[in-house]
Nanobody
Framework: VQLQASGGGLVQAGNSLRLSCVFT????????MAWFRQAPGEEREFVAA????????FYSDSVKGRFTASRDNAKNTLYLQMERLKPEDTGVYSC????????????????WGQGTLVTVSS
């Protein structure tokens, strides 16, 4: 399995951005998928997760109501639509597949992408 995230960039606060993560390998639709981010000098933190078929999503409190995770199983692609971005959303966003921890929020995932940088200016 390989994961390739893209879509990051520099945006002004209040604007939107959509990230994509292309999954290469078998059985994308059998994996719970997630987004994590890491700000400079900070530890990696959970952002969002989505179930196999996309019917269940889970978000961190800091992004709930602003970010939306979705997936297109026909295209083997995970998305993160980010609205009303804030400077504190700045960081490297990585996608992950296949949690093995006790909760989806733990960063215990089998596969990780390389990350895409999102910079939100004030």
């Amino acid at each position: 399995v390989q994961l390739q995230a893209s879509g990051g960039g520099l945006v002004q606060a209040g604007n939107s951005l959509r990230l994509s993560c292309v999954f290469t390998g078998r059985d994308f639709n059998s994996y719970i998928m997630a987004w994590f981010r890491q700000a400079p000098g900070e530890e990696r933190e959970f952002v969002a997760a989505i179930s196999w078929e996309g019917g269940t999503t889970f978000y961190s409190d800091s992004v709930k109501g602003r970010f939306t995770a979705s997936r297109d199983n026909a295209k083997n692609t995970l998305y993160l639509q980010m609205e009303r971005l804030k400077p504190e959303d700045t960081g490297v966003y990585s996608c992950a597949a296949g949690p093995f921890g006790s909760t989806w929020e733990n960063d215990e995932y089998r596969y990780w992408g390389q990350g895409t940088l999102v910079t939100v200016s004030s």
